[in-house]
């Protein structure tokens, strides 16, 4: 069973930092691109940021880059978002995504979220 | 970035009603379409894929069409576990952008 267990949520404040992890299992993950999509509270669904399988290729949101950080450590089936210089917008659940791969990219594996606050 | 525009925003609808959601993209995405549902507090749950290919253990009351701009999920017969928020979402090109979402909600 594929499971996608996210941690390292919680408050933090204005220009502070925190990091995410994504624990993966049940998959090669290594075989997979991944991906960070948050949910600020009432609002939508924005895509943050991805990586691709072997980590040596990344892309971020406009409103994120320069500030989060995407990685993965394939030995430890795990996903991590370096998260910086955060700001009130930066408030949301952050949810850890698998890609289903090629040809059609969807997301076919969530996680349950981790709540990041940013708030003084 | 490509822009998805759900709609409607909202809409009430009974057990046993036929439903349909529309969304389009600014443009053509071909077939590279997908649908989510969302209840309140849990993650998106990947309901279509490929504009009309149904996920596993998805319902067979839920049907996806379209291609190119103009896409539709059905849900056939609503279900009482079918009150939710739906996205539609674009996986042709990075950032991968998402519909505003589509509430339904009970009459």
């Known amino acids: 069973e594929v499971q996608l267990v996210e941690s390292g949520g919680g408050l933090a404040q204005p220009g502070g930092s925190l990091r995410l992890s994504c624990a993966a299992s049940?998959?090669?993950?290594?075989?997979?691109?991944m991906h960070w999509v948050r949910q600020a509270p009432g609002q939508g669904l924005v895509w943050v940021s991805r990586i691709n399988a072997d980590g040596r290729s990344t892309s971020y949101a406009d409103s994120v880059k320069g500030r989060f950080t995407i990685s993965r450590d394939n030995a430890k089936n795990t996903l991590y978002l370096q998260m910086n210089s955060l700001r009130a917008e930066d408030t949301a659940v952050y949810y850890c995504?698998?890609?289903?791969?090629?040809?059609?990219?969807?997301?076919?594996?969530w996680g349950q979220g981790t709540l990041v606050t940013v708030s003084s | 970035d490509i822009q998805m525009t759900q709609s409607p925003s909202s809409l009430s609808a009974s057990v046993g009603d036929r439903v349909t959601i529309t969304c389009r993209a600014r443009?053509?995405?071909?077939?590279?379409l997908n649908w989510y549902q969302q209840k309140p507090g849990k993650a998106p749950k990947l309901l279509i894929y490929?504009?009309?290919s149904l996920q596993s253990g998805v319902p067979t009351r839920f049907s996806g069409s379209g291609t190119g701009t103009d896409f539709t999920l059905s849900i056939s017969s609503l279900q009482p576990e079918d009150f939710a928020t739906y996205y539609c979402?674009?996986?042709?090109?990075?950032?991968?952008?998402f519909g505003q979402g589509t509430k339904v909600e009970i009459k």
């Open positions: 490929a504009a009309s």
């Open positions: 443009q053509s995405i071909g077939s590279y």
């Open positions: 979402q674009q996986s042709y090109t990075t950032p991968q952008t």
């Open positions: 995504v698998r890609e289903s791969g090629w040809p059609k990219n969807y997301f076919d594996y």
């Open positions: 049940g998959f090669i993950f290594s075989n997979y691109w």
